[in-house]
T-cell receptor
Framework: DTEVTQTPKHLVMGMTNKKSLKCEQHMGHRAMYWYKQKAKKPPELMFVYSYEKLSINESVPSRFSPECPNSSLLNLHLHALQPEDSALYLC???????????????FGPGTRLTVT | TQLLEQSPQFLSIQEGENLTVYCNSSSVFSSLQWYRQEPGEGPVLLVTVVTGGEVKKLKRLTFQFGDARKDSSLHITAAQPGDTGLYLCAGRPGAGSYQLTFGKGTKLSVIP
């Protein structure tokens, strides 16, 4: 089973709202990722959690706040977003770094976010 | 910064035709992954190539990693409408890196 699930599938929010995106995997993976994808562009990495610790933050604005409550769950908290933040937000997971090697990433179906 | 040049960006072909998509870089990658993505969905992993010169087949899809691990190709034989989608290559710069370098993608349309 290589399934990563994401909720909600679609989200519309105003610029003053607070919302959260959720991601879950049960493959025993110890690395989880948030990506942002604009139309007709490849995914852009936002955050990486490795063994439940934030490992990479690609200079993402503080209005995006990631959280990894446990090894199976990853959240992305959203606050005071801008219309240009509208995009497909993808979660991915992979085995954690082991013996200096990392492994292929499996993506979830994404959350289509629209900021009005 | 490592770059992956993917070509062509767009490809529209008739059902039954063959096609090849290329990913090229001046940098070496420890591995390279190919994904297919449908509109509004997440990328689905097709294959990972690791060894220079490696060839992997997935039904009508053939993936090759260049000898120097700087380039890769995806060849589809007798394309079907179900092959329609965005094909993305993604290279891993180092064996222990969590970051992937993505190509810009090839949007394939297979016309019945």
């Amino acid at each position: 089973d290589t399934e990563v699930t994401q909720t909600p599938k679609h989200l519309v929010m105003g610029m003053t709202n607070k919302k959260s995106l959720k991601c879950e995997q049960h493959m025993g993976h110890r690395a989880m990722y948030w990506y942002k994808q604009k139309a007709k562009k490849p995914p852009e990495l936002m955050f990486v959690y490795s063994y439940e610790k934030l490992s990479i933050n690609e200079s993402v604005p503080s209005r995006f706040s990631p959280e990894c409550p446990n090894s199976s769950l990853l959240n992305l908290h959203l606050h005071a977003l801008q219309p240009e933040d509208s995009a497909l937000y993808l979660c991915a997971s992979s085995q954690g770094r082991s013996s200096g090697i990392t492994y292929e990433q499996y993506f979830g179906p994404g959350t289509r976010l629209t900021v009005t | 910064t490592q770059l992956l040049e993917q070509s062509p960006q767009f490809l529209s072909i008739q059902e039954g035709e063959n096609l090849t998509v290329y990913c090229n870089s001046s940098s070496v990658f420890s591995s390279l992954q190919w994904y297919r993505q449908e509109p509004g969905e997440g990328p689905v992993l097709l294959v990972t190539v690791v060894t220079g010169g490696e060839v992997k087949k997935l039904k009508r899809l053939t993936f090759q990693f260049g000898d120097a691990r700087k380039d890769s190709s995806l060849h589809i034989t007798a394309a079907q409408p179900g092959d329609t989608g965005l094909y993305l290559c993604a290279g891993r710069p180092g064996a222990g890196s969590y970051q992937l370098t993505f190509g810009k993608g090839t949007k394939l349309s297979v016309i019945p």
